[in-house]
């Protein structure tokens, strides 16, 4: 016995109460499907520090849709979920923790801190894990992994030794981002860079040999303090003559030479420019070329060191305005001009980033890059949208080395060791007990590795890599790949280089790019600036599936959202219509024992007929268009579907059915398997409605989540029902403008183009437009009639005795007088230049449509005067 359903859809208890059914029958575990093909999708590890936010709704909920797809399309399905260790992130929650202690990480030790960001993750690590449930992602958390397991790490050991053995991880002294606060180094695609105000300082450096001097522009002077060098293009016809001579650095009274470098830009500043080789990329590249001396003057605090000589100690910015002081005072400052320019500032906490030469550890990529092009330009993996590949490709030919180096103490400690006997230096998978030239006293790199090294290992180190497992033979190459367009550089790129670097298959095959969820004016959301919408706040007021669809609807690929929580309403609306429907159907049509697959009807009358050739259609383009990752279209299309054609077009011609002794066994097989297919359809959208729903109206236990894909029989509609909608609406119309009683009976003369239209197609007309339809011909004369056509058929209601021409006539004169006039003063406000000017875009954006519905109520007006005759 069925329970009986609750009058309104309630998400909260139900959404609970499923979601724990799912997990607990291990619904989302590939095993439901042991024979299917499989089909794998790794989520993109969020932080262990996280919560939900919009963009991970949005990438979960397309995730999800994906996935219960195929499931249900019988596939062994994995959606593989975990969570990133998040280094620094991580790291700086625990140390705030120290701090209200009045400690900080160095005073409890290296060991000790580790264990008690362990503890941290134990008790408070992992709440998205939760939220993730709130959602309703299908993952299989039987196989949940963290980039800090021991599984991982093993993996991460072995491509490190392997890369190292390759020569293709190596240390050395570069010139690297370093963040002064979170006081480690950070690669390229860890910095953001933001167009800043700033100055142009042209300082003049005198020859040591005679008069004169160059001038040169900076915005950094405080770096001056470690030049060694100046640079000129050697075809600079300005310079010619200055190559080869030395300089003088103000304030330091050290001599340097002028050199000429093809990688100096005629165009900025004098065309000479100063060369501090320890704290600029292309100055450092200057000073190997010609064998420069690289002057550290700015430390890991970004303060000014010794070397800065009357500086030392001065925060980088305070020097730079003291350096400029200085120069003034000795008459070295030709100018300072105002330039803005573009400044690199840590992702994570925005403090200004730091040039620094710095011993790092550093990834080869040259040799890893070209691999990773081949695989998309040969289709082995694609771009969904395709234009994302150029994205791609430019960010991959343009790559520098990566450094992978970070100054901290969470993370996978680097697996090399020094010898302090010989100097040798050890990288082994295995800590070792002894160097080769027989010392014992070694000790381990003290840095860790950047959290995206272990995340770009994710999609073969969670099935198991390098142990050869069932689950990675099994699902391993992954099959897509979800993920926001601003980490393709982050993640995407490093996953492609090393995936088939290390296992010569490609990560994935495809990968699916969407959008940023933006506010409703189109700005990114914050926190800062209050216009960040919390998705679990979201779920509380509307319900997962309402955010769940409001997104999924939305997400034209590679789009942004601008989300509107309008819409989200919308999407409850939807389900409240949902449950409407289906309520009425169990409750008072009498539909239940529906079965789970098959049970189309083999001789359904021309209603039956028509909705089940329409659910054909439907079904079929909804699956080209999920295949095609096109989930806005395919679920757009379905809801127009079920709440236009079901739910308000044959569940109310279901009702004049009902009426058929004959019939209405066969309506109700329909409306049975329709509302079961419909409910299919929508499941990975919106799974927790539609599990309810299907509940209620199953033959068996079985849940929605594992059942079949629908595959719907196709079945010939019965023509003209496109002519019988249009012509419903006519007569409905008629009788609201008119403002006839609906007990007042509307004769209505049906004239065919080819043959009189059948008995069903009447009764339903009379039932649902309450007017008396007949076949016949045209009237002699259509004065005094109103005339409806639709695809070939027309329609004739004589006036006579149901509209007072006389009363009526002058009504209709009077409303078109007033409907000219608001036209006129529209039309005038439309035309005041100083309108369009001044008034906002919204607000004349709503006097043209206002204009337009007058102008269309206008028309219709004069279309009834002119039947009154």
């Known amino acids: 016995m069925k329970a009986e359903m609750n009058p309104t859809y309630q998400p909260a208890e139900i959404e609970s109460r499923w979601y724990a059914k799912w997990e607990e029958s291990g619904s989302f575990r590939p095993e439901v499907n042991p024979d299917g093909e499989p089909y794998c999708i790794v989520i993109p590890p969020p932080n262990v520090t996280g919560v939900l936010h919009m963009g991970h709704a949005l990438d979960h909920a397309i995730q999800d849709v994906i996935i219960r797809r195929k499931r249900m399309q019988g596939y062994a399905a994995l959606w593989l979920p975990g969570m990133d260790h998040a280094g620094i992130a991580t790291q700086n929650v625990v140390e705030r923790e120290l701090r209200a202690e009045g400690l900080s990480r160095h005073d409890i030790g290296r060991e000790a801190f580790v264990e008690q960001v362990w503890a941290w993750k134990a008790s408070s690590g992992g709440a998205i894990t939760k939220q993730m449930r709130r959602l309703g992602d299908s993952t299989d958390w039987s196989r949940e992994r963290f980039t800090f397991d021991s599984g991982l790490s093993a993996a991460v050991r072995k491509v490190f030794v392997s890369l190292y053995d390759e020569g293709l991880m190596y240390r050395a ?3 690297i981002n370093w963040c002064p606060r979170d006081h480690t180094a950070l690669s390229e695609i860890e910095v953001e860079h933001e167009e800043t105000p700033g100055e142009l300082t042209y300082i003049r450096y005198p020859f040591t040999d005679g008069d004169g001097s160059i001038t040169v522009a900076t915005t950094r002077p405080e770096t001056m303090l470690g030049d060694t060098a100046i640079a000129v293009h050697p075809d600079d016809e300005r310079y010619r003559g200055a190559i080869g001579r030395t300089v003088t650095v103000p304030l330091m009274n050290r001599v340097v030479p002028v050199v000429g470098d093809e990688e100096v830009e005629f165009a900025f500043g004098t065309g000479a420019v100063k060369v501090t080789p320890a704290h600029d990329p292309l100055d450092f590249d200057i000073g190997k070329r010609h064998g420069l001396e690289s002057i550290i003057v700015i430390d890991t605090e970004a303060n000014i060191t010794e070397a800065g000589g009357e500086f030392v100690g001065m925060d980088r910015f305070e020097a730079r305005e003291a350096v400029r002081s200085r ?32 011993l790092q550890w550093f990834v080869k990529v040259e040799p890893l890059v070209e691999p990773a092009i081949e695989a998309v330009r040969s289709d082995r993996t694609r771009f969904v949208p395709k234009r994302w590949e150029k994205n791609y490709f430019h960010w991959m030919e343009n790559l520098q080395d990566w450094c992978v180096s970070r100054q901290l103490w969470w993370g996978h400690r680097i697996p090399a060791w020094y010898c302090q006997s010989c100097g040798e230096t050890i990288v082994t998978a295995e800590d070792p007990t002894q160097c080769s030239c027989g010392g014992h006293d070694l000790i381990q790199d003290e840095d860790v590795l950047d959290t995206w090294f272990s995340s770009a290992l994710w999609p ?8 050869e497992t069932d689950d990675l033979t099994r699902f391993y190459p992954t099959a897509t790949l979800v993920t926001g367009f601003d980490i393709i550089f982050f993640w995407v790129a490093r996953m492609m280089k090393l995936g088939i670097h290390m296992t010569d298959e490609v990560p994935f095959t495809d990968i699916v790019i969407h959008g940023m969820v933006r506010d409703a004016t189109g700005r990114k959301m914050s926190k800062s600036t209050g216009n960040a919408l919390d998705p679990i706040d979201l779920i509380d007021e ?4 309402s955010v769940r669809l409001a997104l999924i609807q939305a997400a034209a690929p590679g789009h942004d959202i601008p989300l509107n929580t309008d819409w989200v309403d919308a999407s409850r609306r939807f389900g409240n219509k949902l449950w409407n429907a289906t309520r009425f159907a169990v409750e008072f049509m009498d539909v239940d024992a529906v079965p789970v697959e098959g049970g189309y009807p083999e001789d359904p009358g021309p209603e039956d007929t028509w909705i089940l050739s329409r659910l054909a259609d439907v079904a079929t383009e909804v699956d080209r268009l999920l295949d095609e990752y096109r989930l806005s279209d395919a679920y757009g299309l379905l809801y127009n579907f079920a709440w236009s054609e079901v739910f308000d077009w044959y569940l109310e ?5 009902a009426k058929d002794d004959t019939r209405v066994a066969t309506m109700r097989q329909t409306l049975g398997v329709v509302l079961r297919d419909v409910l299919k359809l929508f499941h990975p959208a919106i799974p927790f409605v539609t599990e309810e729903l299907w509940s209620h109206m199953a033959d068996g236990e079985e849940m929605l989540v594992t059942s079949s894909w629908p595959e719907v029989p196709k079945y010939s509609s019965p023509a003209r029902v496109d002519s019988l909608q249009d012509l419903v609406t006519e007569v409905r119309r008629f009788r609201s403008q008119h403002q006839i009683p609906r007990k007042v009976d509307v004769p209505v003369m049906i004239v065919a183009q080819d043959e009189p239209l059948p008995g069903w197609w009447l009764a339903q007309l009379a039932a649902l437009a309450d007017c008396s339809p007949v076949n016949g011909d045209r009237p002699d004369s259509t004065a005094g009639h109103t005339r409806m056509y639709s695809s070939g058929v027309e329609a004739f209601v004589s006036l006579e005795g149901l509209i007072d021409v006389e009363a009526e006539r002058p009504r209709i004169q009077k409303l078109i007088r007033e409907l000219e006039a608001s036209i006129g003063r529209s039309q005038a406000k439309l035309n005041n230049p100083n309108f369009r000017d001044r008034a906002p875009a919204e607000v004349v954006a709503q006097e043209e449509d206002r204009l337009t519905v007058v102008e269309t109520e206008l028309a219709e ?6 039947e009154l005759g």
């Open 653 to 657: 011609m279901a009702k004049t059915t």
């Open 173 to 175: 002294n570069r010139i």
């Open 460 to 467: 073969f180190s969670t099935l198991g890599w390098p142990e």
């Open 861 to 866: 007006q004069q279309r009834q005067l002119e």
């Open 542 to 545: 509307y319900g997962a599936d």
């Open 327 to 358: 120069l003034h005072e000795i008459g070295a400052i030709e100018k300072v001009e105002e330039h803005p320019h573009s400044v690199g500032h840590c992702s994570r906490c925005h403090t200004v980033v730091e040039p620094l030469l710095s």
